[in-house]
């Protein structure tokens, strides 16, 4: 009966392997120009801890098998010196993986976040509401108009709460449903949300933050390849969050000109 | 003797179509029932009605591929006759008259990702359904004042899902929206007594008035109320028109 879990163990440890060795459910394709390292220290999270759960099990597997079925009177053996000791080689050997996958993530994780956008970035705005995301482009002025809380309107499509009667800097402000931006070109996204947590999620360009309702949060990116991308709101943030989402189109910067024009059209 | 006659007629007439009202409970109805009509018009020139860019959802997007659907807060005809307004009776009408809602089922469709109609007019307890054409979820999420007495409620409706039957309780203008689709916004105007909307050139019609002198609103979503007085004698139309100054 060992013997047969002993097995188990081994074929649930294989067979669980195998997807994740042929990158059976890997991420989409990275289409920015920072996700190579958080693609390669995917990689080595996975690398770790694969080979350190097939040890495990294989090890496991072992001592199932060989000593499951102590002769009569055979003395137990223990790990040397004792639990106390078993307890501190687990904590340095996890410690460490910990650390050394931490100080490699960090590496990653600055090079997004601790690097401010370069000056030419093309500023976008992201406002995250109940259960849709709207984008703003700051129009010939290059300027954000404030918004004003009181003038939200979703029934005159006033998203952002524009002054478009008295404020010269609202009139050419550009409101989207849609994100598009120029392939190869850095994005300062500018993100705030309306009501409560969201999350601006676009897996292809290794991007995912979350709106925290009161903070004015910002990042950047720039895309790489032409196509359409799903945004979608990874933070549980009501009734209809399973439906919140909005589309990105990256475009050559021709296409992009076109769109605005149609966009600002709509306004 | 024959004016003794023609009188003892007239009496006998008024006591026989007074006891026929007791007795049918003044159901207002045809018979020597007038009307209020008349026309309502924007004066000045239509404000611009923003695009609605329908992106997040892809069967939305199809249905307007060609040409982007507006919003509908003012919609003005060719002679400047302003649509969705309702006009309703706010004073005059005897109680007799205020005591049923209309058997009519009215149908609130959810079309290519709008509200049809942009504003439903109803009586206080009449029933009406809401119905859904598109291939795509809907939410339908009113938003009454509970201290109206009207209760809010939020469903869902996903395609081919049974229509959904309600009535409102108390008059109120009730903005009804979907939580999936922003754009969407439409009204639910309830009033005591008859009632009537606009058509496409800004006619309205409110049948089954009896003859009395009254005071009608015409309520507009952006322009707010406006009210007249008019008189309906037995078996003519009263007429108001009214005029919206567009801002």
Redesign the interface.
Known sequence: MAKFFAITILVIAILSAIPILRHTWWMAEDISTHGAPIDEQMSETMAEAGISFLASQFILAFFIWKFSNPRPGEKIKNFPGGAKAMVWAAVLLVGTEVLALGVFGAKAWANVYFTPPSSSAMPVQVQSGQFAFYFRYPGPDGKFAPIHPELISESTQNFYGLDTNNDPDAKDDIVTAEMAIPVNREIHLLMHSKDVGHSFFVPELRVQQDFVPGLDLSLHFTATKVGRYEIVCTQLCGLGHYNMKAYLSVLSQQDFDDWMKKEAAMQ | MRKESSFAAVLSAVVLVCSGALILNQKVSAAGEGKISGTVRLDGPAPHM???????DPYCAKAHANE?AH?E?VVVGSNGGLQNVVLYITEGLPASALAEAPKEVLVFDQKNCMYTPHVLAMDAGQTFKVTSSDQT?H?IHPLPNPMTGNIPW?QSQPPGAAPIEKSWKAPEVI?V?C??H??M?GWHVVVKGPYAVTDGSGNYSINNVPPGNYAVTAWQELYGTQTQKVTVAAGKAGTADFTFKAK
Do not use: A, F, H, V
């Open positions: 923003k695009g609605i860019e329908m992106s997040k982007p919003l807060q979820t939410n939020n903005p929206k939580n999936i922003p754009w916004n």
